[in-house]
């Protein structure tokens, strides 16, 4: 869990607006324990009574990906989910119920990062590593 203050005062203190859509976005991300889609987060907002129009969430949510406040985890070409930016993490995904939580264990990859470079000269700037498989409920 995230403080969202501290992510609403970091674009404020960058000169940025505060939407009513963005702040309840930032607020709703950092109440998650899992990214949640597009479609995930229109219900709860609308649940607490917070109607935005879809493409305005997509425009908040690109915008808050751009300044580095949101990450956006790509779990294929159609399906992304979104989550507060913080520590870095990968995840596991469910294929069958979807199901997506968060793994850390970056350590290992640092050293796999540094082996490119001194084997390849090549410089990994950011990578991205998502587990696939059956979560305990749907493996039973």
């Known amino acids: 869990m995230h403080d969202s203050k501290d992510f ?5 203190g960058r000169g940025f607006r505060l939407t009513r859509a963005r702040k309840a976005i930032v607020t709703f991300l950092a109440c998650i324990d899992a990214p949640q889609s597009i479609p995930e987060i229109l219900e709860a907002l609308r649940k607490k009574g917070l109607l935005f129009n879809k493409t305005t969430v997509y425009r908040e949510l690109a915008f808050l ?3 580095g406040v949101a990450k956006e985890v790509r779990v294929s070409d159609e399906k992304r989910y979104y989550e507060l930016a913080g520590e870095h993490h990968h995840h596991t995904i469910c294929m069958r119920c979807g199901d997506i939580r968060d793994v850390l264990f970056r350590e290992n990859l640092l050293h796999v990062e540094r082996v490119l470079l001194e084997r390849d000269g090549f410089r ?9 498989g059956l979560c305990s409920v749907c493996k039973s």
Do not use: C, D, T
Not at 8 to 12: I, K, M
């Open 8 to 12: 609403l005062s970091e674009l404020q």
């Open 65 to 67: 990906v751009k300044e």
């Open 124 to 132: 990994v700037l950011e990578h991205s590593l998502e587990f696939f």
